[in-house]
């Protein structure tokens, strides 16, 4: 419980919610879901700025892309339309793996991208579907990808606004290992991969939990460009994985463990996408 | 600050400090069916429906409730007479200590809203937030199966 | 069968039927019916002050600025409280317990311990007066494992002078048993077959969801009156008494509905407390623990480890079992010599066909958190020894674990020496099996699991390998000659009776279970019987909610008062009736006699004993200590699957089965047995205790110590095998704890039928198991 705070303000733009976090960075905290602002311990934190009221909690088709807003939350997000019709069961799926329905009904898209979580299987998603950020900050709008987000340094940080997923037609597989049903994941590994027939032309190859923030292999990615795709391919993924692989270790694993995980999740993800498509 | 909260079809206009959680205020206006148990958002002791959907009120900033919908199990049944949920719980055994049950039952109020006639792995899935350490679920599998014959006229 | 057992299984009114909780409603509907749920003018809010350090002495403690914060009434250190020793440990008195414990002392021996105490009026100032409190503190060796404390070069944890009753104090032993019977060593020497093996069964939070909780205050005569979250009101008033040297006449405790125990509130952990602060401010005070301070600041299971050593013939007749062990009980030795005891005591006998077995071992503080009593209470940590050697030995004589199991094991008439030897801190009682139906427990899990068409080894996607395993466990039914509980009861002239009971249910059911028992003698229905539990000011004494001993105990003592009370009824009858007692019988809420039909309803006889006729008050008070303690067994099957590659285990079926004598309230029962075998599931798979190099716990919460979700298992079958035992009310034992004791070695054993790798660490984990198995690959 937050002993300090002293306002609790609910703006009704991201202007003027930024504006207030750019009053006394250090003793404000923006609010979201507020999974992880509840458990906050800081005497410092005297203003709550409430992004409830912002507008932020649509899933909206613009031309080339769908913008989900920060607010979104995770159930609202795979429960969604557009987003089952743009990526099947893929959300539906793998956020249903994400902590419990009474979670899920709380913690929101931007929420989980900002604290920069090592386990957020929310982050490493939206990363394997290539998602960039709309953010709000001292240069007005700008789209960032969730890598240089955290660039800035966090003095500056804007406000994440909506979460942008790109229109392409890849195919998607997210897999996490967790010691039980309710845990976060020991390690998760999302696969991306567009297919020019049997080519494979890119790929995203995400892994998080290693226990850091999730993270592309790119290594992985540039060796599986223009490789056919067939009955070897997920073999050759896990020992790519396996050999690419860099991790830590914490009181949930090891990191040969992990290493050993990402690269058995990697190949069952990819035989997961050659499922979809041999 | 002041917040104004309607629970279980009652209006309260409740001062509040800035930075309290729902959990403490719904606590304090006296419904004490909302438990504290494990102070990390993770045992969902303290589930209650907010706009109808479960959260958790140790995570849920009073303020941001101001103007919403909140229901506790203080709200189901009339008088002497149970909820057809709360009668399932306890013809079931569905209950030990009791704990956990009053989230249980309004989390299962959510979820027989949304699925009025659950299989066993939705159950589990959709109340796998709801931690018990005493029972072993078997008997709460049961009690929410029978809710749901009861709220579907199967079974008087 | 032997006839001892045969005695009239017979139809019940009341009991043996699933009858609604007596509280259920009240649970239900969420009314406030916990220790925090009463709100209190006035009252203080306490928080302690606790040590960061494992081991350290205090050099003084400042709280000056504290006491600045508006708000802050009082600020409490050891100088202020009485320097009396004593054991948190709720048990019968004397306690086997070492007292080696002060409310506050000036030498802190875990990462929690309480150095000082805060009363406020509100929270939020209580808070940052902990926080404003400054303590200096000389830093000690800290003994942050069971191997180290035995070390010559180990730190006394426990110098302190007072301290009495503790077995080796210098070598941080707090205490020690051995017995032998026979020859061990000659004769597994002699075997065809001996093997040993070591097993280690890591510590377990008990996570009950509501946390440690109590209220006190004074009564309008000035006595002291504690609302507590407590399995143990009556040892609480006892051992609050010596603390603060003030008479027992002075002090109430009222034990409201608990919302959980398994132990873990069978000491006192926060009574000393806010008694303290209502003594020296004369004003309401209550503390209730963050969960952060439940797991690392009131009690943890005992960590054991056990060397075994077997021996047996060639066609599998074990003939000798040494056991030898190290309990791990942290700061303090809160139950150590009676969970060590049980850990043999209760898992021994099984195999009572040996020539001669052998148990030893030594219970060793460290600066971990104190240990305490936990459900099964040691008898897990001992079976997941015994039973996976008996399964390992089976191995080794290419024999199957079960027909080992079963060809060993105790049966009906039967008896063991272990019982007279091994009692709970003390000798025990000889006692023969008056009841036992494991070999029916056996055969049902066997058809329930379907271990006949068992088939093991790689599925056909070949990345996943299944296994069965299979353990027998036993338990007790309360403390033979220690456990006593009374029961009052009094009738009412409507013809409802008031059923008073020391017994203290702590969300078992017990409250229902005694009242269907009440119930069944006086011939009324179980909404005639107005039960009211655990208050020290009115109902009579009970030892407490533990030792599995309440529907046993409590539950005899039920039955002799209410079996007084029916004979003052039918006395009153004769004399209304002018009939004489043989004549007449109890029917349903009235009296009625043979001979003549005359018939009086009990709310007639009641009311014209109150007001008109022969006036006198039907009521009586019954108690019961048991002469034995008879044993439930159980039967647990497992069924696993391992995933080869990342080394996953997904418990697909478990199944436990267990006679518990009659089942009082079968829903119930079963709720006892589903609940502790799912405890038993955690702690085999998930439930994984960590610390940091300096000894504070880091699993505090649920976010870090995963107990078991819905989610977590597959398939859990949990049956009764019923027999009736002779000296139980209506042929109960029981089953309050049992079910924890053997998913351990079951899924040790199932693991093992899966992959060929034996685990002797528990919990089980994921990772260590992939391991194994690559090193194996290689
Ligand atoms: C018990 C438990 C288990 C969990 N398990 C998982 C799991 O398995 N997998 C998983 O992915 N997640 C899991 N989560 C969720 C995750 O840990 C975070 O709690 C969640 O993602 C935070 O989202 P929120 O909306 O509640 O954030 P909040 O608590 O509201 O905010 C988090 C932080 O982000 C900042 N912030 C919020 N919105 C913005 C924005 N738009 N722009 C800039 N900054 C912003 C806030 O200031 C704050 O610092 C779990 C959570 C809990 C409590």
Redesign the pocket.
């Known amino acids: 419980m937050l002993p300090n705070v002293k306002e609790f303000i609910r703006p009704e733009t991201v202007q003027e919610a930024y504006a207030l976090l750019e009053k006394n960075r250090k003793a404000t905290?923006?609010?979201?879901?507020?999974?992880?602002?509840s458990q906050m311990r800081s005497s410092n934190i005297e203003t709550i700025v409430d992004?409830r009221k912002t507008g932020l909690d649509k899933i909206v088709q613009k031309p080339d892309e769908i913008a989900a807003g920060?607010m979104v939350t995770a159930e609202q997000f795979r429960q969604d339309r557009l987003i089952a019709d743009r990526y099947g069961d893929f959300f539906y799926d793998s956020f249903g793996l994400?902590?419990n329905w009474q979670?899920r009904n709380?913690?929101?898209l931007?929420?989980?991208i900002?604290?920069r979580?090592g386990?957020?299987?929310?982050t490493t998603c939206l990363m394997t579907v290539g998602a960039s950020l709309l953010v709000y900050g001292q240069d007005d709008y700008q789209t960032l990808c969730i890598g240089d987000y955290f660039q800035i340094p966090s003095s500056e940080r804007p406000?994440?606004t909506h979460i942008i997923l790109p229109d392409e037609d890849w195919r998607y597989a997210f897999y996490r290992f967790a010691r039980s049903a309710f845990d976060?994941?020991t390690l998760n590994m999302g696969i991306a991969m567009k297919l020019n027939d049997r080519r494979i032309v890119s790929s995203r190859i995400v892994c998080g939990s290693r226990p850091m923030f999730p993270a592309r292999m790119e290594s992985v990615e540039e060796s599986l460009v223009d490789l056919n795709f067939d009955e070897q391919t997920p073999g050759i993924v896990r020992s790519l994985v396996y050999d690419n692989f860099s991790g830590g270790s914490n009181m949930i694993a090891s990191s040969e463990y992990r290493n050993h995980l990402a690269s058995v999740l990697a190949e069952r993800a990819v035989k997961k996408i050659g499922e979809i498509i041999l | 600050m002041k917040i104004t909260i309607n629970v279980n079809g009652k209006t309260h206009v409740v001062k509040i400090e800035s930075a309290e959680m729902l959990l403490d205020t719904l606590r304090r206006l006296g419904y004490k069916s909302v438990h504290r148990s494990c102070d990390?958002?993770?045992c969902s002791s303290c589930t209650v429906l907010l706009d109808g959907n479960p959260v958790l009120s140790c995570c849920v900033f009073s303020a941001t409730a101001d103007g919403r919908f909140v229901e506790t199990v203080e709200g189901l049944g009339s008088g002497e007479e149970l909820h057809p949920i709360q009668k399932a719980f306890l013809e079931e055994g569905a209950s030990q200590c009791g704990y956990c049950i009053p989230s249980l039952i309004m989390t299962t109020k959510a979820l027989l809203a949304v699925e009025p006639d659950p299989t066993e792995s939705e159950i589990r899935e959709m109340l796998v937030g709801n931690i018990c350490r005493c029972t072993g679920y078997e008997a709460q599998t049961r009690a929410v199966k029978k809710a749901s014959r009861y709220l579907r006229g199967d079974e008087e | 069968m032997t006839p001892l057992a045969e005695e009239k299984i017979r139809e019940f009114n009341v009991v043996k039927k699933n009858t609604d909780k007596v509280d259920g409603k009240a649970l239900v509907s969420g009314k406030p019916v916990y220790t925090d749920d009463f709100d209190a003018r006035d009252e203080l809010q306490v928080k302690l002050v606790r040590s960061p350090h494992a081991h350290a002495t205090i050099k003084s403690i400042d709280a000056s600025e504290a006491l600045k914060i508006p708000g802050v009434v009082a600020v409490l250190t050891s100088d202020d409280l009485p320097r009396v020793c004593f054991t948190r440990a709720g048990q019968g008195y004397p306690e086997p317990s070492p007292y080696d414990t002060f409310v506050l002392d000036r030498r802190v021996r875990y990462v929690g311990e309480p150095v000082a105490i805060v009363a406020a009026e509100t929270e939020k100032a209580a808070t940052a007066a902990v926080k404003a409190v400054k303590v200096e503190y000389e830093l000690l060796k800290a003994v942050l494992s069971m191997d180290d404390a035995m070390k010559p070069s180990a730190p006394t944890i426990h110098p302190e002078e007072e301290a009495s009753g503790i077995f080796d104090a210098e070598r941080n032993i707090a205490a020690h048993f051995e017995m032998e019977i026979g020859e061990t060593e000659k004769i597994l020497k002699d075997c065809d077959v001996t093997i040993s093996r070591t097993y280690h069964a890591n510590t377990q939070l008990h996570a009950m969801l509501e946390p440690h909780v109590s209220r006190s205050y004074l009564d309008p005569n000035n006595r002291l009156v504690i609302v507590s979250s407590t399995q143990v009101p009556f040892h609480a008033r006892r051992i609050l008494s010596r603390i603060f040297n003030i008479p027992i006449s002075s002090i109430r405790v009222i034990k409201p509905r608990i919302g959980g125990g398994f132990g873990g509130k069978q000491a006192l952990h926060t009574e000393q407390y806010v008694a303290a602060v209502t003594l020296a401010t004369r004003r309401p005070a209550r503390l209730i623990f963050t969960r952060e301070e439940v797991s690392m600041a009131t009690n943890i299971r005992h960590e054991m480890q056990y060397e075994v050593k077997i021996g047996a013939s060639k066609d599998g007749k074990i003939r000798a079992i040494s056991m030898d062990g190290v309990s791990n009980t942290g700061a303090y030795g809160e139950h150590a010599l009676t969970t060590l005891m049980v850990s043999g005591s209760k898992t021994l006998p099984l195999y009572n066909k040996v020539e001669a077995v052998r148990f030893s071992g030594n219970v060793v503080y460290t600066n971990l958190p104190p240990a305490g009593a936990f459900r099964g209470y040691g008898a897990p940590q001992g079976l997941f020894a015994l039973d996976c050697i008996v399964d390992e030995l089976a191995t080794e004589l290419g024999l199957d674990p079960l027909t080992v199991k079963e060809m060993n094991s105790i049966r009906e008439g039967e008896s063991s020496p272990i019982f007279k030897l091994m009692g709970e801190g003390r000798e025990g009682v000889e006692q023969i099996v008056r009841s036992c139906k494991l070999q029916e427990c056996i055969d049902r899990g066997k058809e329930l699991i379907g271990w006949e068409k068992r088939s093991k080894g790689m599925l056909p996607d070949s990345r996943r390998a299944k296994g069965y395993g299979c353990a027998i466990a036993m338990q007790g039914s309360g403390i033979a000659k220690i456990d006593m509980g009374a029961a009052t009861i009094k009738m009412n002239e409507d013809g409802s009776f008031n059923l008073l009971i020391g017994a203290t249910d702590i969300g078992t059911g017990s409250d229902t279970a005694l009242a269907q028992i009440a119930a069944e003698v006086l011939h009324v229905t179980v909404d005639k019987i107005i039960v009211y539990s655990s208050d020290t000011d009115f109902t009579p004494f009970d030892t407490g909610a533990y030792a599995s001993s309440t529907t046993y105990v409590s539950g005899n003592a039920v039955k002799a008062a209410a079996e007084k009370v029916r004979m003052q009824i039918l006395q009153g009858a004769s004399e209304i009736l002018e009939e004489p007692l043989p004549n007449l019988e109890l029917t349903l809420a009235e009296v009625h006699s043979k001979e003549t039909g005359k018939t009086i309803s009990y709310s007639d006889i009641c009311t014209q004993l109150f007001y008109t006729f022969n006036q006198r008050q039907i009521g009586a008070t019954g108690s019961f200590v048991g002469e034995e303690s008879p044993i439930p067994f159980m039967a647990t099957f497992a069924e696993v699957e391992v995933d080869m590659e990342t080394g996953q285990i997904d418990l697909k079926k478990l199944v436990s089965v267990a006679d518990c004598g009659t089942p009082i309230n079968p829903v119930q029962a079963l709720g006892q047995l589903e609940g502790g075998t799912m405890q038993g599931i955690g702690w085999a798979l998930f439930e994984n205790v960590m610390y940091s190099q300096t000894g504070r716990m880091l699993t505090t919460d649920f976010?870090t110590y995963k107990v078991p979700t819905r989610m977590d298992y597959g398939e859990l079958i949990c049956e009764l095998a019923e027999s009736y035992e002779p000296t139980g009310p209506y042929g109960a034992k029981s089953i309050a704890e049992i079910g924890i004791d053997s998913p351990i070695p079951a899924i040790a054993n199932a693991l093992y039928d899966a992959t060929g790798i034996r685990l002797r660490e528990a919990p089980f984990k994921s990772e260590k198991l992939l391991f194994e198995i690559l090193s194996r690959e290689v």
């Open positions: 905290v923006l609010l979201a879901g507020g999974t992880i602002v992004l920060a994400i902590g979670l709380m913690i929101t931007g929420g989980s900002a604290p979580l386990w957020s299987d929310i406000i994440i976060i994941a | 990390s958002a993770s | 976010f």
